[in-house]
């Protein structure tokens, strides 16, 4: 059975065995901001869910992600379900989400309703990468 809820500080170590993107001082402020989630399925943990605010009001998703035993179950449409369904609730009118050009994540957002509104580039940066895809869902 699926489930969605808020990560608490016990989640960490799980957490952490999927993001390593983050910083632990990040993780703290996404639990007190309940703005990660852990994604279970018949009661173990299998995936999270982390997003930010974009220009201080527009959830953006930073990262969906679902353990590879647990793919193509509809557990990831499931948790965007469930968190979109929450944005909804408090009011907000949109999402966003991004992901590299090159990456087959797209795919699955534009399955969802998710629109392509633009993109980033950070080549000759520190941070160089394929061009990051910025996509919007308005409710």
Known sequence: MFKIRPVTTRDKSYWFTLDNHMHEDEFTRKVRDKRGYII????????????????????????????DAHHKKGLGRQAMSAWEREMREWGHQMVMTSTNVDEAAQHFYRK????????????????AQAQELLLVKVF
Request: aromatic fraction near 14%; charge should be negative; glycine fraction near 14%.
């Open 112 to 127: 969802l309703g998710y629109v392509d509104r633009g993109g980033l580039f950070l080549d000759g940066t520190p941070m």
């Open 40 to 67: 279970s399925n018949d009661g173990k943990p299998v995936g999270i869910l982390r997003y930010n605010l974009f220009l201080d009001s527009i959830p953006y998703l930073t990262l969906i992600y679902i353990e």
